[in-house]
């Protein structure tokens, strides 16, 4: 049985009044990998960069949403562009965080080896728990950041035909929320200015090629199956994450109590009215602690069901590579290995054809 990595018993994202107790498995069961590509990165060497000229773009506003207070909530994005004779083709890179912080700058050396690999790369931020959002609050942003990106595709020289997603840990969950909806809406916020819409867009245009997913979530309900029964039992209640983004911060309600919304909130429930479906690259690690390592199995064999192209990569004792937000930089050097991140370069190159 795989050892997770150190527990860090608290999370108190910057700026924020709210204190959440995360729950760190003392244990992890391991999962089925018959379908998988399991991987070993134990002494692979790690990425290097500087093989491509990159330019950057900082604090785009791309949507502003209205806060709980009716302040004004700017939602932005940063862009890396790769130096090639024709519009890159486009990552747009979701980051992790609990659903309790949303920081764009996460993942530097990741994201700039992608876009060393031709792809532009924009990393987005994202309405979490403190303000009050919910799955489908930061489903619709992701989606706004998306329309912002098209509208806007020859000013930040982008191509947006060639589209996908990629999140860690929480980003990974919203992508494949994202990418599973086709553009189709779990809610309907009023657009603001900051927010450009094409009017000539297409439903072609809001499809989105390939989705990488680095150890997210799937179904809620069983995000803790693989762990040991205390730590399960913490995701019983009302005081956890999973509900809090699920039903809302202070609606007391448990995902058992709402079972309607729980199931809204999980990509495979999504699956049967898809008009398409991406191309998957769903990754985890053995060891990993936060998330048990069956989530993505659940969307992977979900996915091959109905035909879609899924490919499921296992890491050998990686653990949650999102920990890095936590300052722990030896738990994230399996997901930023060579080996690793060529998995996701190729994947993209043959999804993106690029």
């Avoid at 191509?159 to 909806?181: I, N, P, Q």
């Avoid at 997210?216 to 309900?221: E, F, H, N, Q, V």
């Avoid at 609606?251 to 049967?272: K, M, R, T, V, Y």
């Amino acid at each position: 049985m795989p050892e997770p990595t150190t527990p860090r018993p608290e999370f108190t994202p910057a700026g924020a009044t709210l204190r959440v107790d995360l729950a760190f498995a003392t244990s992890v069961a391991e999962s089925d990998t018959s379908t998988s590509i399991v991987v070993d990165p134990t002494g692979e060497p790690q990425i290097t960069l500087g093989k491509r000229k990159l330019s950057e773009r900082h604090d785009i506003v791309y949507a502003t949403r209205t806060g709980a207070d009716g302040d004004p909530v700017p939602l932005r994005l940063d862009l890396l562009i790769p130096d090639t004779d024709e519009p890159a083709p486009l990552v747009v890179y979701v980051p992790g965080g609990g659903f309790m912080i949303s920081r764009k700058e996460l993942s530097p050396d990741t994201k700039a080896y992608v876009a060393e690999a031709g792809f532009a790369v924009a990393s987005i931020e994202y309405r979490t728990i403190p303000q009050e959002a919910t799955f489908r609050d930061a489903v619709a942003d992701v989606q706004s950041a998306l329309r912002h990106l098209r509208a806007h595709a020859e000013e930040y020289g982008i191509d947006t035909r060639r589209l996908a997603l990629w999140g860690e840990s929480a980003g990974g969950y919203l992508v494949a929320m994202t990418g599973v909806l086709g553009g189709r809406s779990l809610s309907d916020p009023a657009t603001t200015d900051a927010e450009v819409v094409n009017p000539e867009a297409t439903d072609a245009d809001a499809a989105v090629q390939a989705v990488v997913d680095n150890f997210g979530a799937s179904d809620l309900t069983r995000i803790m199956a693989d762990f040991d029964p205390a730590t399960r039992a913490r995701f019983e209640g009302a005081d956890n994450i999973a509900a809090m983004f699920v039903n809302g911060r202070t609606s007391g309600l448990s995902l058992a109590d709402a079972p309607q919304a729980a199931a809204e909130a999980n990509p495979i429930g999504h699956l049967d009215s898809a008009p398409a479906l991406p191309g998957f690259l769903l990754l985890h690690g053995t060891a990993d602690p936060i998330i048990s390592p069956s989530q993505t199995l659940l969307l992977h064999e979900a996915l091959r069901a109905r035909g879609a192209d899924s490919t499921r990569v296992v890491l050998l004792g990686a653990g949650h590579g999102d920990l890095a937000v936590l300052d722990d930089e030896e738990v994230g050097r399996p997901w930023s290995t060579r080996r690793t991140m060529d998995l996701i370069t190729d994947f993209l190159r043959r999804t993106l054809h690029s």
